[in-house]
Nanobody
Framework: VQLQASGGGLVQAGASLTLSCAASGRGSSRYAIAWFRQAPGKEREFVAAISGTGVNRNFADSVKGRFSIFRDNAKNTGYLQMNSLKPEDTAVYYC?????????????????WGQGTLVTVSS
C-alpha cells in the first residue's frame, strides 16, 4: 500500500482545512487509515483514525469536536477535515494505514505511511 498525503497549507486561527490521503495498492480499502502529526520539537502523536469500512472513528481528545475523519473507498482516499484550527494544531500531518482497527493509536503499529503535509495555523 502506498499513501500520498496532501492538502496542507497556511491558514489563520479559526479556519478550516481538509487533508487528503490517497491510497494505492491491492486491498487498500480494507485498511484502517490514521492521521498523526508532529509539531516542531515534539514527538509524533495520534490525531484520528477510521476503520476500513468507515463505521468506526477515533479521535484524540485534543481534536474531538473540531476534526472529523471520513473516507471514500471508491476513490481509495481518506480525509481529515479540520475545523476551528488553533495555532497549536501547527504540525506536519502524516497519514498511515494498516490492517487494524480505528482504536489503534500507536504509530509503530502502522506499517504504511505517506509523506507529511505541513499545516501552519497563524494566530
Amino acid at each position: 500500500v502506498q499513501l500520498q498525503a496532501s492538502g496542507g497549507g497556511l491558514v489563520q486561527a479559526g479556519a478550516s482545512l481538509t487533508l487528503s490521503c490517497a491510497a494505492s495498492g491491492r486491498g487498500s480499502s480494507r485498511y484502517a487509515i490514521a492521521w498523526f502529526r508532529q509539531a516542531p520539537g515534539k514527538e509524533r502523536e495520534f490525531v484520528a483514525a477510521i476503520s476500513g469500512t468507515g463505521v468506526n472513528r477515533n479521535f484524540a481528545d485534543s481534536v474531538k469536536g473540531r476534526f472529523s475523519i471520513f473516507r471514500d473507498n471508491a476513490k481509495n482516499t481518506g480525509y481529515l477535515q479540520m475545523n476551528s484550527l488553533k495555532p497549536e494544531d501547527t504540525a506536519v500531518y502524516y497519514c498511515a494505514a494498516e490492517k487494524t482497527t480505528a482504536w489503534v493509536v500507536l504509530d509503530n503499529a502502522y506499517k504504511y505511511w505517506g509523506q507529511g503535509t505541513l499545516v501552519t495555523v497563524s494566530s
